[in-house]
């Protein structure tokens, strides 16, 4: 079954809630290495997890039912605002 409208809005709105506390870590510690290596860490620890691959969510329409953005996005907006 499809998801609903209302089910990708609400996955929308985590993943901006993921890119914002992202943010708000880097404010309130100032190391942006150390964020990337945890995010790398979570990354590693979740690719163990029987699950669709990891990369058919990365691009195309299935990114939309993703409920955190990619690493690569995290990763990217961090450096952005450092």
Do not use: C, W
């Amino acid at each position: 079954a499809a998801p609903s409208i209302a089910e990708l809005l609400r996955l929308a709105l985590s993943r901006t809630r993921e890119l914002d506390a992202d943010a708000t870590a880097l404010e309130l510690t100032g190391n942006l290495q150390a964020l990337i290596a945890a995010l790398d860490k979570l990354e590693r620890h979740h690719v163990g997890f029987p699950a669709l691959p990891v990369a058919a969510y990365e691009d195309g329409p299935m990114r939309l039912l993703r409920s955190h953005p990619a690493t690569s996005e995290r990763v990217g907006a961090l450096l952005r605002l450092a």
